[in-house]
């Protein structure tokens, strides 16, 4: 589902006023619009890390894989 087709979902709750005051949407579109989300800031983060990556290992505060694999051993 696009997020065009969540946000045509949306449903308005109007209030005493005859304004819209609050959004309704059903569980399934609700769950839908969640996992976009993520999804959004999912590449977000990795478009970050490539950034920093590009700087260099350790400029990028990158872990060596021995320092790291040892650790892991270790527990």
Excluded at 4 to 28: N, Y
């Amino acid at each position: 589902m696009s997020a065009t087709e969540m946000l045509k979902s949306v449903q308005f709750v109007v209030g005493q006023d005859g304004r819209p005051s609050a959004v309704q949407m059903d569980i399934k579109t609700w769950e839908a619009m969640l996992d976009w989300m993520e999804d959004v800031e999912d590449r977000a983060a990795v478009k970050e890390a490539i950034l920093r990556l590009h700087s260099g290992p350790k400029a990028a505060g990158a872990l060596r894989w021995e320092d790291v694999k040892a650790e892991w051993e270790r527990e």
